[in-house]
């Protein structure tokens, strides 16, 4: 019970790191049908531009309190990322929106990998530690598991995103224009909204979403690296593909239960394979729900068939 109930901490908390970025997915999705490959690199920028600030302040200023320290790595991370997501759009999708699926799918892919050898050349090659000792180090016993301050704090933070984010789309007028260019946005177009405007503030929405999620497993973990962005970006995709690809509430259940499902798969492995199988074996269970949810249901749990647009 102990092993289980601290795996499903841990899962839900992972589960959230998900679910933010497979958030920046669903939303793109939604309004243009289109993947955005370099998201995953969004979310790694957002991690190391946070270190950077981080590990600046605490050098030069080892007196400030420790959480203003990492909000203000934040808060330089956020706007970074947003303006680093409204050029992706303003160079990979824009040009190539009217353009076969492919070129601008190929353009995201070749983004990411641009963005991967910048990080390595400003920050090398090395793991990038996070100064744990600037948060809370706290920990709680909660059925015989532990969870610390930081991950509380990721999922208090998550919720509250979450539940900021479906008033944004559902009871502003952002949210109506976004509701309506996905919809059609050719209609939209008619009907006087910025459909350009719309579609840069989904990607700079979803940026933001990506930045925080981006700090959150630095802080977690207490690392940041180059290449980090790549394996959670297709998690994070397949988390979306999970619960419904264009879904926002697809997109949060299903980053929390591939988030569970590879905690619980990387504390049990161990025994359901005799041993031959460690918990470093815990990425293919993102990768085995997507191959059986692409196969058995396409459309994700809370998904619904897609249709072609007049």
């Not at 203003?68 to 706007?79: D, H, K, Q, R, S």
């Not at 059925?143 to 008033?167: H, K, P, Y």
């Not at 989904?202 to 940026?207: P, V």
């Amino acid at each position: 019970m102990d092993i289980f109930a601290q795996q499903l901490i841990n899962g839900l908390v992972l589960g959230s790191v998900y679910a933010l970025v497979a958030l920046g997915y669903t939303l793109v999705y939604g309004i243009l049908e289109l993947i955005n490959f370099a998201h995953g690199e969004t979310t790694m920028m957002g991690s190391m531009i946070a270190l950077a600030v981080i590990g600046a302040l605490f050098g030069v200023a080892p007196d400030l309190p420790g959480i203003v320290i990492v909000l203000t790595g934040l808060l330089v991370a956020i706007p970074a990322c947003m303006l680093l997501g409204y050029s992706i759009e303003r160079v990979a999708y824009r040009p190539l929106r009217h353009a076969p699926r492919l070129a601008p799918l190929i353009t995201a892919i070749g983004i990411s990998i641009v963005l991967q050898n910048v990080a390595m050349l400003i920050w090398g090659k090395q793991y990038i530690a996070f100064p744990t000792t600037l948060l809370p180090q706290g920990r709680h016993e909660i059925l015989g598991a532990s969870i610390t301050d930081v991950q509380i704090a990721i999922l208090v933070l998550t919720v509250a995103i979450m539940a900021g984010l479906v008033i944004l789309v559902n009871r502003t007028r952002l949210g109506r224009a976004m509701r309506a260019t996905a919809q059609a946005p050719a209609v939209a177009q008619l009907m006087g909204v910025n459909v350009n405007a719309v579609i840069s503030a989904t990607f700079i929405i979803g940026s933001a979403l990506a930045a925080i999620a981006g700090v959150m497993v630095s802080a977690n973990y207490g690392q940041a690296h180059y290449y980090m962005g790549f394996l959670l970006g297709l998690k994070a995709f397949s988390a979306a593909v999970l619960g419904g690809i264009g879904n926002l509430a697809g997109a949060m259940l299903g980053g929390l239960l591939l988030g569970v499902i590879e905690a619980l798969g990387a504390g049990y492995i161990g025994d359901l394979t005799g041993g031959f199988l460690g918990s470093h074996y815990q990425d293919i269970f993102a990768f085995m729900v997507l191959i059986l949810v692409l196969t058995l249901k396409p459309s994700g749990l809370l998904g619904s068939k897609s249709v072609e647009r007049a």
